[in-house]
């Protein structure tokens, strides 16, 4: 059996959904069979629309599927990444994170690798604090935590966070070469420590 990887996302201004496209490649190269999900906004539209930038993305990754628990079903291994938003995971992966009660209960959540990427605006804007809260719902799935840790040089260029990729954003200078090594790391170790339990 091959390891299948859901990649659920929520990006507000792309970041997010940049580093999910630079995973999924990374995925694929390693053997996996991949989904790139996107969560529901939550956000009501005049305030989306009300901002360019998040309209623009909206509107960009409109034909992304959306998230569903049916997805986590289908996965043996799963990549979260979403922005952080004063010290946690942007609301609407909360939100979606909420939907998963039913099948957290049947057991369908456990034994399945798990790792996690965020962003913020600056270096200290909360970035590891919103990897430990996903890492923590991980754990009450009974998942297998599979963060990057301190194995390859990658993470220190990146910036030496080794809960998970982090990215210090900006509108004007996306992810960096650094980051994206580090991004394909931490998917190609996902993918390999998956493999072991499928």
């Known amino acids: 059996m091959s390891v299948k990887l859901a990649i659920v996302y929520y990006s507000t201004y792309g970041t997010n959904h940049q580093m999910a496209h630079i995973a999924a490649a990374a995925a694929r190269e390693a053997g996996a069979e991949v989904r790139v999900l996107k969560v529901r906004e939550t956000a009501p539209a005049e305030v989306v629309n009300s901002q360019d930038a998040w309209k623009a993305i909206a509107e960009a990754t409109a034909d992304v599927p959306t998230a569903t628990p049916d997805d986590l079903v289908w996965a043996n291994a799963y990549l979260f990444s979403a922005p952080t938003r004063y010290g946690s995971p942007a609301s609407q992966m909360r939100a979606f994170i909420d939907t998963l009660g039913p099948i957290w209960q049947q057991g ?53 966070n080794p809960y998970g990729t982090s990215v210090t954003a900006s509108p004007s200078a996306g992810v960096t070469p650094e980051i994206e090594a580090a991004i394909r790391h931490q998917t190609k170790r996902l993918v390999e420590v998956a493999a072991k339990l499928v």
Request: hydrophobic share 40%; glycine share 12%.
């Open 108 to 160: 369908v959540l456990a034994n399945k690798a798990f790792s996690a990427m965020t962003s913020a605006m600056n270096p200290h804007g909360g970035q590891e604090t919103t990897l430990q809260s996903l890492y923590i719902s991980a754990m009450h799935w009974g998942s297998i935590l599979v963060p990057p840790g301190y194995t390859d040089p990658a993470l220190y260029a990146a910036g030496g």
